[in-house]
């Protein structure tokens, strides 16, 4: 058995298991992209997260990163910036808020503590938990339903992160203090083709447990790709 890094977040991981006869079977599970080493296999159990080719990005991860940093960085200039995100996307941005903006990076204790363990791997992090800068401009990280806090309420910039809004552009105008940013940390449709392609495997299932958009990949994959796939796993399936 081995795990190669998925890129996703923190411990993803692509997973190969190697039967006594040489076979190679692999789960992707979540997958960012490019990545520095494709699990090689003869078959691939892949996720179907951005299984539908509507969801396309038409601009880079390094776009994304330094639009939102620019974004967030001028709207400082005019007081707080409230930075909503699911697990692992709030991480990844505080890790790259470290070193960019000067201004005070506040988040929950619990997102403190596993910012720790992000920094036992180099990603290094400076951030606080006390909200004593209320009078100042500083960002504060939170949770996708968490509430913000009312003394912030109409003078704080809302930027909220999301991966499941493909545009041309990564950044989306709400309102003069609302604003979508597209910052994914798993591959397109076009980058899961690439994925499943460079794989090397010839026999595939689409993993359509969490999401709706198996059979669209499934076809994707047939058509573009050449490739015998499945979107239903089921328990009587005899490989």
């Not at 791997?121 to 800068?133: F, I, K």
């Not at 209320?134 to 939170?142: D, P, T, W």
Request: net charge negative; with cysteine.
């Amino acid at each position: 058995m081995e795990l190669l890094d998925a890129g996703h977040m923190l411990g993803s991981a692509q997973v190969v298991a190697t039967y006594s006869d040489g076979y190679r079977v692999g789960y992707s599970g979540d997958f960012s992209w490019p990545l520095s080493s494709v699990a090689q296999v003869d078959e691939l159990v892949v996720d179907a997260a951005y299984g539908s080719d509507k969801a396309v990005r038409r601009f880079s991860r390094d776009k994304a990163e330094s639009d939102f940093l620019e974004l967030v960085t001028e709207r400082l200039l005019r007081g707080p910036v409230v930075v909503k995100a699911h697990r692992g996307t709030l991480h990844r941005a505080a890790i790259l808020l470290f070193g960019s903006v000067r201004n005070p990076i506040v988040v929950s204790e619990k997102v403190a503590q596993e910012l720790q363990v992000y920094a036992g791997y180099g990603l290094a992090t400076d951030v606080c938990t006390e909200p004593n800068v209320s009078s100042g401009a500083y960002v504060k990280l939170i949770g996708h339903r968490e509430a913000i806090e009312s003394q912030v309420v109409g003078r704080a910039t809302v930027v909220t992160l999301t991966g499941f809004r493909m545009r041309s552009e990564p950044i989306q105008y709400i309102s003069d203090r609302g604003y979508n940013v597209c910052l994914s940390d798993h591959a397109d449709y076009e980058e899961t083709l690439l994925y499943v392609e460079r794989s090397g495997a010839k026999r595939i299932r689409v993993d359509n447990t969490r999401h709706g958009n198996g059979v669209e990949l499934a076809l994707g994959i047939s058509e573009r790709l050449g490739l015998e796939v499945r979107y239903d796993i089921a328990e009587e399936d005899p490989y």
